[in-house]
């Protein structure tokens, strides 16, 4: 059994990959989880190819959901042109398709080696890009990225290219072990890059 997509809140969320390149502390790949709070089984056996995605998709009453999101046990954007093509896909053959999300830790311009942004006008509606911290210090405390540093800048660079083309980019950050000034320096990261920060309560796993 694997998941590749799953229903939680009203959303369908689509999980294509567990690669990631950073290794956070919190995340859910850690300490023997197969799944999270919202499916089991997120540990693909094989990554599913384009058109089993598709199919997989295609089988489930898409207008039904409020929004797609891909997400997953891992980062979706290593499946950037993948991830443009089911929506491409999906919007030739699903009437009402519902909006589009990509969840993603803003890497993929720096994974991919190349500006992934201007593909994703028309496409993607929203996107949710994880801040994680309030500077790059903590940032790396917190995230391990494999680039080190650069991916900090790397995410924040996404951001404000990204902005140019998808309607609504969100940095996220969840509230715990943030101070109050913790949160301001957060909010300011957000007004600078001219885009709205989403504070997450913080869910025990
Ligand atoms: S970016 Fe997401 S998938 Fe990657 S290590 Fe962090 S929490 Fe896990």
């Known amino acids: 059994m694997m998941t590749i997509s799953y229903e939680y809140e009203g959303g369908l969320y689509v999980n294509l990959t567990n690669r990631c390149d950073c290794n956070c502390v919190f995340c859910l790949r850690h300490n023997g989880h197969t799944g999270s709070i919202y499916a089991d089984d997120l540990w693909l056996e094989h990554e599913p190819s384009r058109q089993e995605a598709l199919d997989n998709l295609l089988s489930r009453d898409l207008p039904s959901y409020r929004e797609l999101v891909f997400c997953g046990f891992g980062e979706p954007m290593f499946r950037t042109d993948d991830i443009l093509w089911l929506v491409d896909q999906l919007k030739a053959k699903v009437p009402k398709l519902p909006p589009v999300r990509i969840n993603t830790n803003g890497h993929a311009n720096l994974i991919l080696g190349r500006d992934v942004t201007p593909g994703l006008q ?76 989403r504070i997450r309560e913080y869910i025990p796993n």
């Open 122 to 197: 028309g496409r993607i509606d929203k996107l949710s890009v994880s801040l994680n911290a309030p500077d790059p210090e903590r940032y790396l405390t917190v995230t391990h990225p494999r680039a080190g540093v650069q991916a900090w800048h790397a995410m924040l660079d996404f951001v404000l290219k990204a902005k140019e083309y998808v309607p609504t980019v969100v940095l996220t950050i969840v509230d715990k072990d943030l101070s109050p000034q913790d949160m301001d320096r957060c909010r300011q990261i957000a007004r600078d890059l001219g885009v709205t920060l």
